[in-house]
């Protein structure tokens, strides 16, 4: 299995950080995508949050998992379907899925698209 390709993370050295998505998505469409056509690059890993900006082309997708906290997919751009628990969810840009550790799912691209994943770590 590929493992995906960061390209940086943002550690917080004051009370706040302001990330440009508009950059950073232009960063993230340069790089070479992998076997499974997505990339993704980790905005913040900090105080038992994680938020990974992922781009994934049409046909691509993300294989059925899942995460030990709870987690949100917000779609920036594109189109994307997911299977969430026992549930098929159309998601178009400028919408935002929400759901509970340990729930498996799965998103496929039906059109390249950009996604925005917030992960709670609960071990923090």
Do not use: C, W
Request: hydrophobic fraction near 40%; avoid cysteine.
């Amino acid at each position: 299995m590929q493992q995906h390709t960061y390209l940086r993370t943002h550690d917080l050295s004051a009370e706040h950080l302001l990330i440009d998505l508009g950059e950073a998505g232009t960063e993230l469409h340069g790089l070479v995508p992998g076997d499974q056509r997505r990339r993704a690059v980790t905005l913040v890993k900090q105080s038992g949050i994680n938020v990974v900006l992922t781009h994934i082309d049409a046909g691509g997708s993300l294989a059925e998992h899942s995460a030990p906290g709870p987690a949100t997919v917000q779609v920036l751009s594109g189109h994307v379907r997911m299977k969430v628990g026992d549930q098929d969810l159309d998601v178009p840009a400028g919408r935002l899925v929400a759901f509970d550790a340990n729930v498996r799912h799965k998103v496929d691209a039906v059109e390249d698209s950009t996604l925005l994943l917030t992960l709670a770590d609960p071990a923090s």
